[in-house]
């Protein structure tokens, strides 16, 4: 884990479990291997089970929280860190680009280029429906999150990430218009059948 993640867990924690945090997180770390023992990443090496492999803790952490409270508390709580992981992640590689002087448009091509190589795009599959002057939009017709949380026991922790492009998009990308074109839940992890992604334009945009 990065340090800024060690931080966030540690905030959140100690504040909900008191001073015994490190021995819960410990004991999640220790469940996270069989939770990801029990998908069909294991035993297989390449960039994708990389990427998902660290999310095993995220289930572990909720399920161990679920022991503790009730589950709408258990979420919540695994909200207030991985929205905030999630979050800074992006952020991240937005900062990265150096920006500063390109269009609104522009810096969202260039994020979403970068994410295609190096974020999780790199391992869903997305499709183009329009690009233009005033709108840019694309859906994700598979969701690398919903098929390892969903294996994991966990897929509600999915949400969460649809969360996190609430969060961030709007912040960093203030002057195009975020939506999911028509409806929040227009989204995977709330039993669609893909994510819509739509910056600018209409609510509805067809």
Excluded at 19 to 37: A, D
Excluded at 70 to 89: H, Q, R, T, Y
Excluded at 142 to 157: H, M, Q, S, W
Aim: hydrophobic share 35%; glycine share 6%; proline share 3%.
């Amino acid at each position: 884990m990065k340090i800024k993640e060690i931080k966030i867990l540690r905030s959140v924690l100690s504040k909900e479990i008191g001073r015994t945090w490190p021995v819960f997180l410990l004991k999640c770390m220790i469940k996270n291997r069989s939770i990801f023992n029990k998908t069909h990443w294991v035993g297989k090496k390449n960039d994708e089970v990389k990427f998902v492999k660290r999310f095993s803790l995220a289930s572990a952490i909720y399920l161990e929280l679920q022991n503790r409270f009730d589950k709408n508390k258990a979420f919540e709580i695994i909200s207030k860190m991985l929205v905030p992981i999630g979050c800074d992640e992006q952020w991240n590689h937005l900062k990265s680009l150096n920006l500063g002087s390109k269009t609104p448009k522009e810096k969202l091509i260039a994020f979403n280029d970068l994410m295609d190589e190096k974020g999780t795009p790199k391992f869903n599959k997305r499709e183009h429906i329009r690009q233009d002057e005033n709108i840019r939009h694309f859906v994700i017709k598979r969701c690398v999150f919903k098929d390892f949380f969903t294996e994991a026991g966990t897929p509600k922790l999915t949400k969460l990430f649809c969360e996190v492009d609430r969060e961030f998009f709007p912040k960093a990308f203030p002057e195009l218009k975020f939506h999911r074109n028509g409806l929040w839940e227009n989204t995977i992890a709330y039993g669609k059948d893909h994510c819509e992604f739509v910056f600018g334009g209409n609510e509805n945009v067809g």
